[in-house]
């Protein structure tokens, strides 16, 4: 039997026990909706689900006000949603009954491991509920001040299933007692004019939290980020420019630099070869104007003795040709930088490596090359520049059909980040380990890039601590996006023979090494599959089944299975769906299946149908891998002298998927067992976590 909507009981007038759901024997009863049980008085015993036998399946919540679960017989329950037990009146009433004798369960007695990935299991035998709890609502984006509307407004993007959003604002960091709830989805917008700016001159910022409604099967939100950029009311604002005057920025503050009015800017630290540092010309601790302030130098070595004269510096270059050169750079002590161009013709069919050197006071190099030379229709070629403070390798397809790319000259920079506006808890979480930023200039200007079929390879040296030595997998490399926050790249690696920490990105950015190491109590440190289970735990592809367990031995479904390949490829979920299969459902993999559907990686089962809770086979794993690495144009390469027809039972290869089979085994992607590809077998949760550690560790 099957209900599409919702179940509410209230037992009034009725004097005996009442059941919400009730079934027995050997049924299958399915409710869409939410499942409510209430009590009509506070002695009456009620319960939301009854199993005798049969097999009850409930598509969101179960609300009661009496017993949550009964099941007896090896009956089967699954709540896809939360199970809200809010026992009211008198008697006592149970979160969970299982099997008889009756043994009773609260909401903490979880089976670990569990049978299930991604639920909670509660078990008596045969007796079984299986409970997927909650997902987290998203954290609110689009953070903006309205100042053209009639009253001055707080904006934000709405969140789907948030029914309120908490509205905090800030006054120059600090946090106003003016917190705000507003409804959703009627409105993503506070109206705060006289409230806000009532509070007088200053940068003004705030943040959003989404709320969930209290019987959903969502949380509430984390915090967004503040806003940015701050809305400055009754503030003048001057800029404090610092002349080193022959010298060379080495830290500090920054060369230009905003300062309220009646604030203090920070002095840059500067060095200049052959002189002392004698102060600066003027003061800049209460500014209230525009000013520029000239560092003051003394000769060393008495009676004024001139400084040496500039050191020139070249840049080795070798072609992808066999043809070796050298280019002038040019140091720039203001901003810490040093340039050399290549001109034309330098990217040459194979790789040409510029390699600067080390320059005394420099934080950042960069390297010069035409637009044209880097907007080719495919990877003809590839520049890297190696430098002290990393390498970077650029693909000759780097800029092609990259929107807003209009110029001649390309410049790209690899260099210091810069950490003093992280959020603490990243600062901390960094250390003193690396942090680098790259970026990409067009004729002079700083310009946005992002290309997911020209992938750029970073290396950053890296001396690791005895502790991660001991472990790794745990070394891994954050991207650190707008807001702050550091975002785990998949393909992030120590490589001890040559020191660096490795990744590719398809986007530019600050970059940090850090360590995350992440262990389970069901994966043993001898086990064959240890350091694949904590390489793709650490890189957040995996957060394990619950209650610090992996189910390393558990067979993989089809839905855990297309969540671990696009996290590990660093494919995004649709977080709001336009089309997806129809047995998607409004769980974890939702967002990733409507991704996979709407990108061709993922066709179904016939009948618009996916089959997420059925395990995967592995001809079925590798096909959707294939389909993955095709759409981001990273499909292996090579050959490993092996085809299809080398395995025995390369006959039960389905004919869908011959072409991905065929070229994975080729290039040595996929290399079986003995003379067996075994297409057919399933596959355990540890095997996968080899699989991506092979693929991602390489």
């Known amino acids: 039997m099957t209900v599409d909507g919702d179940v509410t009981v209230t037992g009034q007038g009725v004097s005996g026990e009442v059941e919400a759901v009730s079934a027995g024997g050997f049924a299958t009863v399915t409710v869409g909706g939410h499942v409510k049980a209430n009590r009509a008085t506070d002695t009456q015993v009620v319960t939301a689900i009854s199993s005798n036998g049969s ?38 009433c149970s979160y969970i009954k299982l099997g008889y004798p009756v043994v009773t369960k609260t909401a903490d007695d979880v089976e670990t491991p569990g049978s299930r990935p991604g639920y909670k299991e509660y078990k008596n035998g045969a007796n079984i509920v299986w409970i997927k709890g909650a997902a987290q609502l998203g954290k609110p984006a689009g953070l903006a001040w309205d100042s053209s509307a009639s009253e001055f407004r707080a904006t934000w993007s709405a969140v789907p299933n948030a029914v309120q959003y908490k509205v905090n604002y800030y006054q120059d960091g600090s946090k106003l007692d003016m917190s705000t709830n507003v409804n959703a989805p009627n409105t993503s917008t506070d109206d705060v004019k006289d409230g806000l700016l009532g509070n007088g001159a200053g940068s003004y910022t705030f943040t959003v939290q989404a709320m969930a409604a209290a019987d959903s099967s969502y949380l509430d939100s984390d915090v967004s980020a503040p806003s940015d950029p701050p809305y400055l009311h009754g503030v003048s604002y001057h800029t404090v420019t610092f002349d080193l005057n022959g010298g060379t920025r080495t830290g500090g503050g920054a060369l230009t630099q905003s300062i309220a009015s009646g604030g203090s800017a920070t002095a840059p630290k500067a060095t200049r070869h052959g002189y002392t540092f004698a102060g600066w010309d003027k003061t800049f601790t209460h500014v209230t104007s525009d000013l520029t302030v000239t560092a003051r130098w003394s000769p060393n070595g008495g009676g004024g003795s001139p400084a040496p004269s500039e050191t020139t510096y070249r840049a080795d270059v070798k072609e992808g040709n066999g043809a070796e050169t050298t280019l002038p ?68 397809n780097m800029l092609t059909d990259v929107p807003g790319i209009s110029g001649s000259k390309a410049q790209i920079a690899i260099g210091q980040g810069d950490g003093a506006a992280l959020p ?26 992002a290309n997911l079929r020209a992938p750029v390879t970073v290396s950053i040296p890296y001396v690791p601590t005895a502790a991660e030595l001991a472990a790794p997998e745990g070394i891994v490399v954050w991207y650190i996006d707008g ?39 069901d994966v043993a440190a001898d086990a064959w599959y240890h350091r694949a289970v904590s390489f793709i735990a650490a890189r957040n592809i995996t957060g394990g089944t619950g209650n610090g367990h992996y189910s390393p031995e558990a067979r993989l479904t089809r839905g855990d299975f297309i969540v671990l390949l696009m996290r590990a490829y660093g494919i995004d979920a649709d977080e709001h769906p336009v089309e997806n299969f ?117």
């Open 424 to 449: 603490e808890e990243v600062k901390a979480a960094i250390g003193n380990r690396p942090l680098v930023r790259l970026a990409l200039s067009i004729d002079g200007r700083q310009t946005a890039w």
């Open 483 to 521: 807001s702050g926050s550091a975002v785990c790249i998949p393909n992030g690696r120590y490589d001890p023979a040559m020191g660096t920490v490795t990744f590719s990105t398809t986007h530019f950015s600050n970059y940090a090494v850090a360590y995350n190491r992440v262990s389970f109590d």
């Open 582 to 698: 129809a047995d998607a459902g409004n769980t974890y993999y939702t967002g990733h299946l409507a991704a996979a559907k709407r990108l061709g990686i993922a066709t179904g089962v016939g009948n618009d149908l996916y089959a997420p809770g059925r395990e995967i086979t592995r001809q079925e794993m590798f096909t959707l891998l294939y389909n993955a690495l095709k759409v981001i144009d990273r499909l292996p390469q090579g050959s490993s002298g092996k085809a299809l027809s080398d395995f025995e039972d390369a006959g039960q290869i389905a004919s869908w998927t011959q072409e991905a089979m065929a070229l994975l085994v080729k290039t040595g992607t996929v290399s079986g067992s003995g003379q067996a590809l075994a297409p057919l077998s399933t596959t355990s949760r540890a095997e996968m976590a080899q699989v991506l550690y092979n693929l991602l560790g390489k």
């Open 55 to 92: 097999t009850v399946v409930v598509g969101k919540n179960v609300a009661t006000q009496g017993n949550g679960v009964n099941v007896q017989n090896d009956g089967h329950v699954t709540i896809e949603g939360m199970l809200h037990f809010n026992p009211t009146g008198t008697g006592s």
């Open 329 to 396: 750079v040019t140091v720039n002590p203001n901003d810490a930088t040093a340039f050399a161009d290549t001109g034309t013709g330098k990217l040459s069919p194979g790789e040409t490596v510029v390699t600067m050197p080390k320059v005394p006071g420099v934080d950042t190099y960069c390297v010069g090359i035409p637009v044209p030379e880097l907007s080719t229709s495919d990877a003809q070629g590839t520049l890297t520049l190696h430098t002290g403070s990393g390498i970077v390798t650029v693909p000759s």
